[in-house]
């Protein structure tokens, strides 16, 4: 093996000489790929990964005496035990960033970049960061790892409610940021990161993620926008203040090399080469990328033809899901085959535990996933199966940022130099376009914002706006704290209404009651019409079943599902578990985010009427369990078992004095 690593070497190191460096460096990644065992290294082929700056795939014990002292030099504290060697662009990034520079970096996905950041606050131990992150998903992941690294010298908080110490790392998806403004404007924040940074564009939520950036970054000593293979922005989005003496840095620096397979011109049926594909790579990890929920229930029944295997810690999770979830789910079915199925939809704990499955369990190798954890999740892959172009529907084709974000989940630093990407369905002009300009288009409702150029549009907004609430600090106060902007659009109609109805506006405090029947607000068709207004064709059918989650959800999802079938007293009205977990997502975001908004309009426009809806808001988020229990699930404790410590009286969930520090606090 070594002579065969000696030839290989000299190889690499003749194209390199050639100033063929690309060439050179895809042989290295072959090379380290084949011997797999980092002790195998010689001193020849640590020398030769230097000269590429990898520097962390180099073999400290075998180097010479040069490379040793390189080595030592390139190690950064990254709140580990130990220090970790970083990679030549990744420490040039890192020093501009202790120089006090804001930047967005644009990287690929195998970068690196989370070790910037954790080096970062290790070396220069700022006191507040915010990090904004677009998926639950990749929340969960920064928290479990900055819990690891900085806890006790961090308070770090990732939800709704949470009480700001002396330091603190929010780590927080665009929905919340808003809720912990008053803290930052008052406290500063001395780092401020947006991961995924490209998300302000082209996105449903990209509305509430340019808002939040706007309000936060003239309270931020220092920004650091992430995103993957930005060529440079377009001249129309360097009008953004938040924009403003940032500078922005683009590398081009790949740690894995990927074999693209295009097999979407083939004749062969789809899902024959989904088949072929999966027997060929059986023990290897794979992903297989979906645009929507229901396409991954098609995928996954049609893979559970053909992959089987009988592993007592699958069968036990699929098991227990039947037991307290739905006897005939089809998700713990496809599970006990070592088939996962990962969307945003699922309670945290399931989607926790499906990734360590994946990672760790050598008999769940295959994972079906929509976005929720296939952008951003640092999870490991050597293969990846783009099954759809698209997302949500075939109109909404793959960007070119988009697909460099999926398939960078495959192949990761240190365990798969090669990845492979399988196209069952591609578009040319996304393989063509290596990196992309990136523009920041304002949403329709953002336009009259104040860091705009568009005068003409903003001056009509602010009169018609002013105009109707006959008060330019209101109007001011309304444009800070609106999380949803969509509802003013139609801030005439809620305004009118609740003006000329009385009624509603004593209905509305009752809301804050624990007897849903004296909710009349949410029963009221005035109000209904309203809603439907704002809230998509979605909400509405979780809008409508919003006082049966409320006495229901905390007996259970079965208990759940069960009760409101039984009163259904039409077909439409049932549910099953899917629609059960859209349900509760929708309550939980989409319907607490026009409440909130609503209760902070009537408290700006009628603040002598003393009108404060906030627990309920509480209650939505919390789709009507105590606020701890949660929050618990978020951290990976299922409710199911948080309702038994209730029952044997190990916690008292039912204090409403009881905070989530108090809870932890019972598991030490």
Request: charged share 25%; aromatic share 12%.
């Amino acid at each position: 093996m070594g002579e065969k690593i000696f030839d290989k070497c000299t190889e690499i190191y003749e194209i390199l000489n050639n100033d063929k460096e690309a060439e050179a460096k895809e042989k290295l990644f072959y090379l380290l790929d084949e011997i797999q065992d980092k002790a195998l290294y010689p001193p020849i082929l640590n020398h030769l990964i230097r000269q590429f700056g990898l520097y962390p795939y180099m073999n400290q014990d075998t180097s010479i005496l040069e490379d040793k002292f390189l080595l030592e030099c390139f190690k950064t504290d990254i709140g580990e035990d130990e220090p970790k060697v970083l990679h030549r662009e990744q420490s040039r990034v890192l020093k501009r960033l202790l120089s006090n520079e804001s930047l967005i970096l644009s990287a690929p996905t195998s970068f690196g970049k989370s070790f910037i950041i954790d080096a970062l606050i290790a070396m220069k131990k700022p006191k507040n960061i915010l990090i904004i992150v677009p998926t639950i998903s990749l929340l969960d992941e920064a928290r479990r790892r900055l819990v690891r690294k900085f806890t006790p010298d961090y308070n770090i908080i990732t939800t709704s409610g949470a009480a700001p110490k002396e330091n603190n790392i929010f780590i927080l998806t665009q929905e919340r940021v808003l809720e912990y403004l008053d803290f930052i404007k008052a406290n500063r924040t001395d780092l401020f990161i947006v991961d995924e940074f490209y998300k302000i564009v082209g996105d449903n939520r990209s509305n509430i993620l340019q808002n939040a950036i706007r309000q936060v970054s003239p309270y931020s000593k220092q920004s650091y926008y992430l995103c993957p293979n930005v060529k440079q922005f377009n001249e129309n989005s360097l009008k953004y203040q938040f924009l403003k003496n940032i500078e922005k840095v683009s590398i081009d620096f790949n740690t894995v090399i990927l074999n693209i397979h295009d097999l979407s011109h083939k004749q062969e049926d789809k899902k024959d080469k989904l088949k072929n594909i999966l027997n060929e790579t059986k023990k290897q990890k794979t992903m297989i990328y979906v645009k929507s929920k229901p396409e991954s229930r098609e995928v996954c029944k049609y893979i559970k033809e053909y992959v089987t295997t009988n592993n007592d810690q699958l069968n036990n999770f699929s098991n227990w899901l039947k037991k307290h979830y739905w006897q005939d789910w089809d998700f713990a079915n496809y599970l006990a085959n070592g088939i996962g199925q990962h969307n945003s939809a699922m309670h945290r704990f399931i989607q926790q535990l499906q990734v360590k499955l994946f990672s760790d369990n050598e008999h769940m190798n295959i994972m079906v996933t929509t976005t929720s954890l296939i952008e951003g999740v640092n999870t490991a892959t050597k293969n990846i199966i783009i099954w759809n172009d698209s997302i949500y529907n075939n109109e909404n084709k793959l960007t070119s940022m988009q697909y460099k974000n999926i398939t960078g989940r495959c192949g990761r630093m240190f365990k798969y130099f090669v990845g492979n990407v399988y196209l069952l369905e591609s578009n040319n002009e996304i393989l063509k376009n290596e990196q992309e300009t990136m523009e920041i288009i304002p949403q329709e409702e953002f336009l009259y914002r104040n860091d705009l150029e568009t005068f003409d549009v903003k001056t009509e907004m602010e009169k018609n706006l002013k105009k109707l609430l006959n008060n330019a600090n209101k109007f001011h106060q309304i444009m800070t704290k609106m999380k949803n902007y969509t509802i003013l659009m139609d801030l005439e109609s809620i305004v009118t209404i609740v003006e000329n109805a009385e009624l509603l506006q004593k209905s509305i405090r009752y809301l804050n009651s624990d007897n849903p029947n004296t909710w009349g607000f949410i029963i009221s068709e005035n109000i209904q019409k309203v809603v439907f207004r704002i809230l998509n064709d979605k909400s509405k059918d979780a809008y409508f079943k919003i006082i049966d989650y409320y006495k229901y959800n905390y007996c259970g999802v079965k208990q759940t599902i069960d009760n409101i079938n039984k009163k259904a007293g039409q077909e439409w009205y049932k549910i099953d578990i899917n629609k059960y977990f859209d349900i509760e997502r929708i309550i939980s975001f989409d319907i607490a985010s026009f409440f909130n908004d609503l209760n902070q309009i009537m408290q700006i426009l009628y603040p002598e009427k003393k009108i404060d809806i906030s627990s309920f808001v509480t209650k939505l988020s919390n789709v009507f369990l105590p606020s701890v229990v949660y929050t618990l699930e978020e951290f990976g404790l299922p409710r199911i078992i948080s309702k038994k410590l209730h029952e044997c009286g190990f916690i008292n969930f039912e204090n409403k004095e009881l905070t989530l520090e108090q809870a932890l606090d019972k598991f030490k």
